[in-house]
């Protein structure tokens, strides 16, 4: 059966104040939609049902984890002791749901992601499910680029791969964040997409994967679920002392050969900086408000208040964002450095981080 996994760990320090210690990026409400992780699990749950929709977090997150909140089990609420990036996440996953469902196909997906067009984006999970199913291999799902960013990685494709699903691609490699000349260079072929994070396979063969580009992960999760219940929590805790951290990307996706990628043209954002999200909600020029806010003679500016009225007169191209007892400003241009600034506040206020 279908199955779909939730990754819910990191911090999203880039969209400070809002996002603090204690409230990550994936449970703020950026888009209006309500918190990001539950904007996702609705986007997924006409495909696949909430008993076989998983999350997996940190469990400094367990209070924003209600299964009422989020429509989902409890038992599929799955708490990391600590984080190890997203090779043991989704290894821990998949191992979980291996037991209940030996032949289970698994979609893996960031929680803090946006998409404009959500039929297509189901309609091009489905098309991965089966893909992923029918083939055996590990699937990606790669997003149309509109300009040379250099924040994501990209993923070259490589000749059709012929079958009876149409539309996927072999790999021909993975590229990591590319500078500026290297990124117009892949859009400019029309051969490259952008990494969306997403990715699909068959438990069996992440398993195979798992235990030949990462032993140490494997055997640290094979020996968790080895044993009583009542002792999981210590050997969970035991095994990811002793894990590595790594990315299941890094770890896994570019060591491995045959992997194929559907291009999913489905308005993707990974909503990176206060500037992604300003040019998510509206890419024109225009303002975006969310709160009490009151502007005049501002353009192509995002201002937010969770509280109190905010007036903005006279500015262009810059973030107001008031959360709490915290107010960040900033040009809209140099939103990628609000992490520099959230490790300051840390460092000097470390209550307001």
Same mark, same amino acid.
């Given at each position: ?31 209006? @939609? ?11 749950? #006409?495909?696949?049902? #909430? ?29 990391? #002791? ?8 989704? +290894? ?9 469902? *030996? ?10 992601? +946006? ?46 791969? *012929? ?56 055997? @640290? ?18 095994? &990811? ?8 990307? &890094? ?62 007169? @006279? ?39």
């Amino acid at each position: 059966m279908d199955h779909a996994v939730v990754m819910a760990g990191g911090s999203g320090t880039r969209f400070w104040p809002e996002s603090r210690a204690l409230r990550s990026k994936q449970f703020l409400n950026l888009t209006g @939609g309500g918190p990001m992780i539950r904007e996702t699990l609705s986007r997924l749950s #006409p495909v696949v049902p #909430p008993e076989r929709l998983w999350v997996v977090a940190g469990r400094k997150d367990a209070p924003h984890l209600s299964p009422a909140a989020l429509g989902i089990p409890k038992g599929n609420i799955l708490l990391e #002791p600590e984080g190890k990036n997203t090779g043991p996440a989704i +290894a821990l996953a998949a191992a979980r749901i291996s037991r209940k469902d *030996p032949d289970a196909v698994i979609l893996a997906t960031p929680a803090d992601h +946006a998409i404009a067009d959500v039929p297509a984006f189901r309609a091009v999970i489905r098309k991965g499910l089966r893909l992923a199913r029918e083939t055996g291999r590990i699937v990606t799902l790669g997003v149309p680029p509109t300009h040379p960013a250099t924040g994501y990685g990209y993923i070259e494709r490589g000749r059709p791969f *012929p079958g009876s699903i149409r539309g996927a691609f072999r790999v021909a490699r993975f590229t990591e964040k590319p500078d500026l000349a290297t990124a117009k260079r892949f859009l400019r072929s029309g051969r490259f997409d952008w990494n969306s994070g997403v990715f699909l396979f068959r438990a069996d063969t992440f398993a195979d994967r798992l235990a030949r580009f990462l032993p140490e992960v494997d055997r @640290g999760i094979r020996k968790a679920f080895r044993g009583d219940a009542r002792g999981f929590d210590r050997r969970i805790r035991d095994a &990811y002392r002793r894990m590595p951290s790594v990315s299941v990307d &890094y770890g896994i996706l570019e060591k491995e050969q045959g992997i194929l990628v559907l291009p999913a043209n489905v308005g993707w954002s990974d909503l990176g900086t206060w500037r992604s999200l300003h040019e998510f909600l509206d890419g024109t020029g225009g303002n975006v408000t969310f709160g009490d806010v009151i502007l005049a003679e501002c353009r192509n500016t995002l201002v937010r208040t969770d509280g109190g009225v905010v007036a903005v007169l @006279g500015m262009e191209d810059v973030v107001v964002v008031r959360s709490g007892n915290a107010v960040l400003v900033c040009p809209r241009s140099r939103s990628e450095e609000v992490k520099r600034m959230a490790e300051e506040v840390r460092r000097r206020y470390p209550a307001l981080a």
